[in-house]
């Protein structure tokens, strides 16, 4: 099945939410990124509603951070400076709320310190964020990498290491030699791996959102 070009856009799109006045770039942004907060937040043991809140303070803390840290590909990956711009936000989430001086009784604030003031689940955040920008990582490459090779060579690809079915099952769906499809399969995992690195050390991506 052909990699969605329209959901292809991470590397860009996260330069382009930096400007707060970009509502699409904000919008797709949440779409993509908020379940995975939320989900963070819910393992942590926030109720839904503090849970929802938290997302959108987490959010809006990430795209203030991205403002004032401007990426430099000489300075490494774009995966190394979205983990920096994570770290950020979160330090930054925890002194507003310390600032604010909200009563005991406030649930939010009070989960919220208890929760992402420990090491281990600002980190476990910062892993679920990167995640999610490696899949749409491995969607800009196949994207790319779908464009250069045959049809068979790309469904003899996903057939085995998307959709699982063995070597010899796939061979006979697509009337190749089963050493074929082992050699399809490889090639195409080799360009995805070029493609992966090429944008991550980029931070540029052709697939922008017009």
Not at 127 to 148: D, H, K, N, P, S
Request: overall charge neutral; proline content about 3%; charged content about 30%.
């Amino acid at each position: 099945m052909p990699a969605n070009s329209d959901t292809s856009t991470s590397i860009t799109l996260l330069l382009r939410v930096q400007e707060i006045e970009d509502s699409e770039a904000w919008a797709r942004f949440v779409e993509r990124y908020a379940p995975q907060v939320f989900v963070w937040c819910r393992r942590h043991k926030l109720q839904e509603s503090d849970a929802a809140d938290v997302t959108q303070e987490v959010l809006t803390k990430l795209v203030r951070s991205m403002r004032s840290f401007a990426y430099d590909s000489s300075r490494g990956s774009f995966r190394g400076w979205l983990k920096t711009v994570t770290q950020n936000a979160i330090r930054d989430l925890i002194a507003d709320s310390r600032k604010q001086g909200r009563g005991a009784g406030d649930s939010l604030t009070a989960k919220v310190l208890e929760q992402i003031c420990d090491d281990t689940a600002s980190a476990e955040l910062e892993e679920r964020i990167t995640a999610q920008y490696e899949r749409e990582l491995l969607q800009e490459a196949e994207v790319r990498v779908q464009v250069r090779v045959k049809p068979t060579t790309w469904s003899a690809y996903h057939m085995t290491a998307v959709q699982q079915k063995t070597p010899a099952d796939a061979a006979r769906a697509l009337n190749l030699p089963v050493s074929e499809v082992y050699v399809a399969k490889s090639r195409v995992i080799k360009m995805l791996r070029e493609e992966v690195a090429k944008l991550d050390s980029s931070g540029t991506s052709p697939y922008v959102i017009e």
